[in-house]
Structures are given as C-alpha cells and as structure tokens.
C-alpha cells in the first residue's frame, strides 16, 4: 500500500474568512511535510469557477512543491484534457517532471462538471472522443520525435517538443470508476483512479468496478504488473474514534455540502458505507485492509477538506507516519 496526500482544493472564503493565498500555501506546508514523513505522493485537483476547487493550474503549484522536496512523487488528479490544447498540457508536464527529476505522477480525465464546461464555453457531449484524441496527441509529443497529428479535434503538422519528460515512461491513471468507464479503461491499458462514494455505495460494489477492470486490462494482453489503483477518501486520525468524529465530521459535512454532485451524502451516510477513514489509528488500518482486499493499493488520504484547520492536518499527517503506514508497507519505490 502506498500513502499519499490529496487535495481538492475547497475553499470558503465568505464563510471561514480563508483567503485563497492562506489555502495554497498552507497545502505548500503540507506537501512539505509529507514529503518529511515518507508519503509518496502528493496529488493536486484541477478545478474551475467554484469555492469547491480553487487551483486551476496545479502545474504552478507541484512546481513549487518539486523545489522545496526530494523524493515525494507529485501528482494532478486531473487534467481535464477537453478544456485543453493538448500539445501545451505536453510542455507544461513535461516541464514539470524535468524541473522534479522525474517525480510526476499524471491523472487526465474527460470532466463531469457542467458548469466548467459551460465557462469554458465547451460542448461536452463528445467530451470522451476529444479525451482519446488530446490523449494521442501527448503520448506522440512526448516521443521527442517531430510527429503530425490528423484527429477530428486535433491536428499538429511537424511538431517536436525541445524540453520532454526525465522519465523515460511518465505514469498515467485515467479519473474513472464506473463501470463502463473502468472496462473501457482497462481494455485501453491504463490505469485508473478515482473517488469511491462518487461511483459506488459500498466496498463490494467497488470491488466488482475493480475486478472488472483487472479482467479487461488483463484480458486485452496488458501486464498485470503494471496495476496500480489510487483511491481517495477523506481522513482524519486522532487518538481514539470519540475525537476524530469530534473534529472532522463538521468539515466532511462542510465539503459534501459544497460539493456540486452528491449533496444528498453526510458523513453518516459515507461512514456507514465504509468510504472514510475518520476514526483511531487501528479504524484506519482496519478499513484499509477491507480496501487492499477490494484492490487499492495506492490511498490518496484527502485531509484538508472543509476548512481543516492546518494544525489539524499536520497532526493527523504524523499519526499516520507514526501508527497507520508502519501497519502496511515495506515502502514501495516506483
């Protein structure tokens, strides 16, 4: 199992009083000190036109995150390829992984948010065709070779990229967990991450999404060695379960009430689903060890959500160090 720290990026400015700049730079903090812990990864979302996800360039951020860090991976979850011109997200990852010496870790995805497709005024009726051709188009630019791309939404002539990433193969994960989504994923050879209560309602249903998956990715020739399935689901560890709810239940609350899918969730609903680790340190290791079973091998810990104090963050971050990853992993290096 890998450990990772996963930010969404709500912010509630009018209500907290928490200026952007405060929010940004204290996830900077945070990257910093799980990169102190041994996390592996930090992970950024990309979100537009919304308190419910302030950072529209997580490249800037990871940037900055890459300088003041050594060995944690940096990862966006995701890039919304539709949104984009495809050659420019190649430079700019490209870019990133060199100035991290090849620390990248790259989620894409197509987009679910209505009102971000309505603000860039883009149609996302054939948001998946688009994903697949923006898609080509980076995997080809990133050969380094001069390329020409004829896509129905794409096309480049005599293109070379003079700055590709330090990784001879970058990792990418596709942000999908319903079922179609997970087969036709799998059958396309990459891997997926995502969200467990957007796409299921309990731990079995996640684990059939994901054998599913694992059969199509196998079943079309890919190596089954090369899974590797992030999953992210809020967290906050206190010394005993009682002080945890205490503390985290108002913020979870905060965030799936800014959340602009899903409204209907509270953190009764979400913790009788299995799908938090708020509670003691041996209620997290228990509930991670349902979800190593169900498939995940990569937890993105989302800890800062709902207005999170930092301080709170922090501490939560260490008693993870201290008493959950010790539970699990001779640490994996990819």
């Known amino acids: 199992m890998k450990f990772g720290l996963f930010t969404v990026f709500d912010n509630y400015k009018s209500r907290l009083g928490r200026e952007p700049e405060d929010l940004l730079f204290e ?6 000190a799980a990169d102190q812990l041994g996390y592996d990864s930090v992970w950024f979302a990309e979100h537009h036109f919304s308190e419910y996800g302030i950072l529209t360039s997580p490249q800037m951020l990871l940037t900055l995150v890459a300088e003041r860090t050594k060995n944690i991976r940096l990862g966006v979850s995701i890039v919304t390829l539709p949104f984009k011109n495809p050659i420019q997200v190649a430079e700019d990852y490209a870019l990133l992984d060199v100035l991290s010496n090849g620390r990248l870790n790259l989620g894409l995805g197509s987009g679910y948010l209505p009102h971000e497709f309505s603000g860039f005024n883009i149609n996302g009726k054939d948001k998946a065709f688009k994903f697949n051709d923006a898609l080509a188009v980076i995997e080809k630019a990133w050969t380094g070779e001069t390329f020409s791309h004829d896509g129905e939404y794409f096309q480049f002539h005599d293109v070379k990229l003079e700055v590709v990433p330090k990784q001879k193969q970058v990792p990418v994960w596709i942000g999908a967990l319903s079922a179609n989504g997970a087969k036709h994923i799998g059958r396309m050879g990459y891997n997926i991450m995502g969200v467990p209560y957007v796409a299921s309602d309990s731990l079995s249903s996640l684990k059939e999404i994901l054998d599913d998956y694992k059969q199509h990715y196998i079943g079309a020739g890919h190596d089954a060695e090369k899974i590797n399935v992030p999953l992210a689901l809020h967290t906050y560890v206190a010394p005993t379960r009682e002080e945890a709810i205490e503390v985290a239940a108002e913020h979870l609350n905060l965030y799936l009430d800014t959340r602009l899918y899903g409204k209907s969730a509270k ?18 290791i228990e509930r991670l060890r349902k979800y190593e079973e169900a498939g995940c091998d990569h937890i993105m810990m989302l800890m ?18 201290e008493e959950v990853m010790p539970a699990f992993k001779e640490k994996v290096v990819q």
Do not use: T
């Not at 996830?27 to 910093?32: F, H, L, T, W, Y």
């Open 267 to 284: 953190y009764e609903d979400l913790e009788a689903r299995e799908q938090l680790l708020i509670g003691s340190p041996e209620d997290v």
């Open 27 to 32: 996830v900077v903090e945070q990257s910093e």
């Open 304 to 321: 800062n959500f709902g207005g999170l104090p930092h301080k709170k963050v922090l501490e939560s971050m260490k008693l993870v160090e």
